[in-house]
């Protein structure tokens, strides 16, 4: 390799780990931005379903339990174990009407209620 083939080499190189980097953070953002519409998804999912008994923004107004003062997060810590109860046990009014996509976005969102605005 001459000294101009070297260079271009290195050149190439170079660029190759920019383009990287800008994929990876292009993907990251993409990530977050999904995560915050399917919160966001949640977030009216709760004000239609589940808003008339836990409270608006799940404060416990309406009789039901508390969902955004963390104890909820110490007895279902894992999205999995969340997820669970809201499919199988919540609405109480209608238990099991929940599909997965709804069920997600909504343990999203008591996340997001348990941890304070990002
Ligand atoms: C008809 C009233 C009612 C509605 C509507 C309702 N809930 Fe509940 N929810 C309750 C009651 C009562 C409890 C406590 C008894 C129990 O755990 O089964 C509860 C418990 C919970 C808990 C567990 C809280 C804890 O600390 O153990 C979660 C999580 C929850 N609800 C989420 C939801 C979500 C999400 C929705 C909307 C899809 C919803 N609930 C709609 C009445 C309701």
Redesign the pocket.
């Known amino acids: 390799m001459n000294i101009t083939q070297k260079i271009t080499a290195l050149a190439f190189a170079a660029l190759m780990v920019g383009i990287g980097s800008y994929m990876l953070t292009t993907r990251d953002l993409v990530i977050k931005a999904q995560q915050v519409s399917q919160e966001q998804a949640g977030r009216v ?2 004000a239609n ?2 808003a ?3 409270g608006p923004g799940g404060d416990g107004s309406g009789g ?2 508390n ?1 955004s003062d963390g ?2 997060l110490q ?2 810590p894992t999205s999995q174990a ?1 997820g669970t ?2 499919q199988q ?5 209608a238990p099991g009407t ?1 599909n997965p996509d709804e069920t997600r976005d ?1 343990v999203l969102y ?1 996340q997001r209620l348990n941890r304070g605005p990002s």
Request: aromatic share 12%.
């Open positions: 999912l709760f379903l589940c008339t008994c836990h039901a339990p969902l104890r909820v007895k279902y969340l109860f809201i046990r919540m609405p109480a009014s929940l909504l008591i």
